[in-house]
């Protein structure tokens, strides 16, 4: 006989309050156990190079009261809904449902702390090791795997609590084979993209933060590589979002691959009977002056065609951050227009040459000298 039993006489509930008391004193057991983890666990993380420890006891201190409540929980309750079979059908099943509640809880709260020692893992991975190789395979990969692992986390705590209640998981495998063939005859346009995810990152035509040119003739910078969609933010700041199906099936340009190294092209033109020679001498020597030209030896002015106003000609050269040829092609423009003013070279205004029909010529001059 316990002192509760002998204070209140009456054992059930004597029993619900020594199962209640017992549930606080593991919430208080959780508290501490938390306190001395944050106290000892500075000591003992401080003497390692590595922030994984701190992570991972960090997670548990986290979890540390809720976890030791629920399993003290569900292991008093399971004992004491032995006290209550001979009582009333209603009183058994409260007692049913909240032993079975815990037990519910107790599963997905240790699912949530499996993910968040996955989850922290993969942070200490992306900021410890990732950082450190020269590939970007892992940065793009980790969150992937992260999210993967996690849904693979809360489909197990379902199939044990699936199973703790005696249902057929092979039954349940089976209608998920088939909902799935179904699903995936319903969405092929999204697991198509999300194949060409999958193969983005491994083949890794471009990187985060390349310049690429889209199938559609857009130019930008690669923002996110996703599992559905790339998103790309243009020269205007604005967000394109193109599936992946769609570029791993295309030709993509990209401009900082293999390097950071672009050459680009600055289009202007000159008056007919310009010396061609001495305009390309001089708009060379000034634009290679520039800092940021790299390769100054390859830079070169080439004559493309006769225009119908001008010899229109093209400046090749290399800058080393494909982002800045937006800014860049307008600086040189600017530089090549007061190279050539400085110089004396004509840049003409559009013009066309117009020949009149005799007849019309003879009209065109009787009626200036009836004017006249």
Not at 48 to 75: E, F, K
Not at 102 to 114: D, G, H, M, R
Not at 300 to 329: F, H, T, Y
Request: charged share 20%.
């Amino acid at each position: 006989m316990n002192v509760l039993e002998f204070l209140l006489g009456n054992t059930q509930l004597s029993i619900l309050l020594s199962a209640l008391l017992i549930i606080v004193l593991g919430h208080v057991a959780g508290r501490l156990l938390k306190a001395l983890m944050m106290l000892f666990s500075k000591k003992i993380t401080k003497k390692t190079r590595s922030t994984l420890d701190d992570l991972i006891v960090g997670v548990l201190a986290r979890s540390s009261v809720w976890l030791t409540t629920l399993i003290v929980g569900y292991w008093v309750l399971k004992g004491t809904a032995a006290a209550f079979v001979g009582e009333s059908l209603l009183v058994q099943r409260t007692v049913t449902v909240i032993v079975e509640g815990t037990y519910i809880a107790l599963v997905f709260y240790i699912s949530v702390f499996v993910a968040r020692l996955v989850d922290a893992t993969v942070r200490w991975y992306l900021h410890e090791v990732a950082t450190r190789t020269q590939t970007h395979l892992d940065d793009e990969l980790a969150p992937l795997a992260n999210r993967v692992l996690k849904v693979l986390i809360y489909l197990s705590a379902l199939v044990v609590v699936l199973d703790h209640y005696g249902q057929n998981i092979s039954t349940l495998v089976v209608s998920l084979g088939v909902g799935s063939l179904a699903v995936a005859l319903a969405a092929q346009e999204t697991l198509a993209n999300m194949i060409a995810g999958f193969v983005l990152m491994i083949d890794r035509p471009f990187r985060l933060g390349d310049r690429i040119r889209l199938p559609d003739g857009t130019i930008g910078n690669v923002a996110d590589i996703g599992i559905r969609s790339t998103r790309v933010i243009d020269d205007y700041h604005v967000m394109i979002i193109t599936p992946n199906a769609e570029i791993v099936k295309s030709q993509i340009k990209n401009f900082s691959y293999p390097n950071d190294i672009v050459r680009f092209e600055v289009a202007f033109g000159v008056a007919y009977g310009t010396d061609l020679l001495a305009m390309r001498k001089v708009v060379l020597e000034r634009i290679n002056r520039e800092h940021d030209i790299v390769e100054p030896e390859t830079s070169e002015v080439r004559i493309m065609e006769m225009g119908d106003s001008a010899m229109n000609a093209v400046l090749l050269c290399k800058i080393r951050n494909p982002n800045d040829i937006p800014q860049r092609k307008s600086d040189l423009l600017l530089i090549i227009y007061n190279t050539l003013y400085e110089h004396e070279i004509e840049i003409p205004f559009p013009q066309r040459v117009v020949h009149l029909a005799p007849n019309l010529q003879k009209l065109v001059e009787e009626r200036r000298r009836l004017s006249d």
